[in-house]
């Protein structure tokens, strides 16, 4: 087996979430936005982002538990191993979404669909392929149903 | 800036590309099957994965100088930053890439998708989530092409 790899934050993310159980759960249609604070030092390899109108953003929860196998799923309570849900206690704790680009200044990028703590150490940063990225028929049996847009009266 | 974070191998993936010459450019369409071999240690982690038709694997390119943040984008020459890209080259030097899963046997997994090299250390597994992770409105200005499924005569 391979020796530990060593990654370095090349930024953080500020978001509006403090603490833990204030953040949303699940990303899509969040409507908060975020900033990504790119490290100076990284500022040269945003050339050319604009160009992507969403990208996957890695980043590293960095309060999570690495020693947890299994955990029930919140939405139903079934018991599954990590590597088959989007927890973030996983033996290597890096968080990923897909998250709207909305503005650039300098160094730091406006997006949306971040549901992560505010000072979440960044790791990387992707455009969002979709000729790769977008796999309409994919299919995950336990997903939950999509929260509903508007709220029910 | 935060502490260095370090990453544990979680296994490692079997391609039939020992060379990074041989490696297929993209992603999508790739014929090849290739294998992620689970560290027992962690095989408890896959409970459940059989109900996700599609995986993102995250693998560590252990063989791509960390130092690059510009670098002309291959299919048009034009010079981009590494986040703007999904070059290899990039600060933390993680690949990420839609697998389908194709079958299960132990701690490991058949999947096809993948163009990394033979024995490329394997980082996380996160099922596809068709709700997040699909977005089919993304656009990519520079995105080159889809290959075409038919070679021309």
New interface residues.
């Given amino acids: ?2 020796d ?7 930024g ?1 993310v500020r978001t509006p979430w403090r603490q833990l159980q204030d953040c949303p759960r ?3 249609g969040l409507g908060e936005p975020a900033w990504l604070e ?2 100076p030092a ?1 500022e ?6 604009e ?4 990208l ?1 953003v ?1 980043y ?1 929860l ?1 309060q999570a538990p690495r020693q947890t ?2 955990r029930p799923t919140p939405h139903d309570g ?9 927890s973030p206690q ?3 704790p ?1 968080g ?3 998250a709207q680009r909305l503005r650039r200044e300098g160094a730091r990028l406006l997006v949306s669909g971040l549901d992560c703590l505010d000072g979440t ?1 960044l ?21 939950p149903a ?1 929260p509903a847009s508007v709220p029910a009266p």
């Fill in positions: 087996m391979n530990a790899l060593t990654l370095r934050p090349i953080c699940g990303v899509r790119i490290d990284f040269d390899a945003l050339l050319g982002i160009q992507a109108s969403h996957h890695l590293w960095h196998l299994r079934v018991l599954r191993g990590v590597f088959a849900t989007r996983r033996p290597n890096i990923m979404a897909v150490p790791i990387d940063i992707k455009p969002y392929l979709p000729q790769a990225d977008c796999v309409p028929g994919a299919t995950l049996a336990w997903q999509a």
